[in-house]
């Protein structure tokens, strides 16, 4: 593996983690609330609900994978 | 305060479970390799991160405060989210725990199997394992430090925490010259999570304009509801899968 491909992995592994889906639901739940707070509603629950959600379902989906032996 | 409290704790844990396996793999090698060699490896790793932090932590007070926040909150997400969900997938048996004396048996090996050290050369082996292990053990605690410093009180407190972390971690490594196998990572990974993941929310809601109820003192109560439900999610995970060992949140 070249170098640049390395140091990419890297910081990938860095920020992202082993599930890319809570970094891309984090980038939609934080539109999301900045949507909400911009139309003037009072979403100061919006983004505890939508990380709470994002733990469990990765959880959840990691939880699934190990029991069907994947 | 409370926050304030908070940041602390975070900034120390997250250190002083990062100081336990930088320990360990330093250790190892110092061991079987001799030690000067392995802490100027240690010692070219803390510049690296110094300077890092020293450099980073005042430039982002040139950003828009609103902008600053977005971003520190956003990471502090994707760190916070990344321990939690190991620490809760661990505590309930569904990932090994992390076993510091494995991790030390295996660097001794490694250490013990490449070439010899020519008496009074510097042995670059050591310093670059050493090296390594200490910088990329630093560097999350490091943009840790850094994202807690969006004010000047903070970095100062959070590097502070960091800083007595290491000492504390060091000093009981010196005295028992060995991996610190009874540290409870895993719990450690816990709270540091719920803090990360809670100090996420409340900075990155702030970016995106939330007005939190009680202010500063939300930060509490969303790390009680992120513990919560992760606790929650442990104990659920342990009923649904009855034939594993279950392994406490402090294992």
Redo the contacts between chains.
């Keep these: 593996m070249s170098h640049l491909r390395r140091f990419g992995a890297f910081w990938w592994d860095f920020v992202v983690g082993d599930d890319w889906h809570v970094a891309a639901g984090l980038v939609l739940a934080l539109t999301a609330t900045w949507v909400l707070a911009d139309l003037g509603v009072d979403a100061w629950w919006a983004l505890p609900v939508a990380v709470s959600a994002l733990l469990v379902v990765s959880v959840l989906r990691e939880a699934s994978r190990q029991a069907h032996g994947e | 305060m409370s926050s304030d409290l908070l940041l602390f704790l975070a900034a120390f844990l997250a250190s002083a479970v990062e100081a336990v396996e930088a320990l360990t793999i330093v250790l190892a090698v110092g061991i079987v390799r001799g030690w000067r060699s392995t802490l100027w490896g240690v010692a070219a790793a803390a510049a690296v991160l110094a300077i890092v932090v020293a450099i980073l932590g005042p430039a982002l007070q040139a950003i828009p405060i609103s902008s600053l926040r ?1 971003v520190v909150g ?2 502090l ?2 760190f916070g ?2 321990w ?3 620490a ?2 661990r505590a ?1 048996g ?1 990932k090994p725990l992390h076993d510091e004396n494995a991790a030390f048996a295996e660097e001794r090996r490694l250490a013990g199997a490449t070439t010899a050290v020519v008496p009074g050369r510097t042995d670059w082996y050591a310093f670059t394992v050493a090296f390594k292990g200490v910088l990329l053990e630093g ?2 605690v490091a943009f840790i430090v850094i994202a807690f410093g969006q004010s000047a009180h903070g970095l100062s407190l959070a590097a502070a925490a960091a800083a007595a972390a290491i000492v504390v971690v060091t000093a009981v490594g010196v005295i028992v010259r060995g991996p610190l196998a009874r540290v409870p990572e895993n719990s450690l990974k816990f709270v540091v999570g719920v803090l990360l ?1 809670s100090f ?2 409340f900075w ?2 702030e970016g ?6 009680g202010s500063d003192a ?1 930060i509490v109560g ?1 790390a009680v ?2 513990a919560a ?2 606790l929650g ?1 442990v104990r659920v ?1 342990r009923r ?2 009855p034939a594993m060992r279950p392994v406490g949140a402090g294992g």
């Design positions: 977005l956003a990471l997400l994707t989210l990344q939690l969900r190991k809760v997938l309930a569904l560097l999350e993941t996420g929310i990155a809601g995106v304009g939330v007005s939190w109820p939300a969303i509801f992120i439900l992760s999610l995970l649904s899968r």
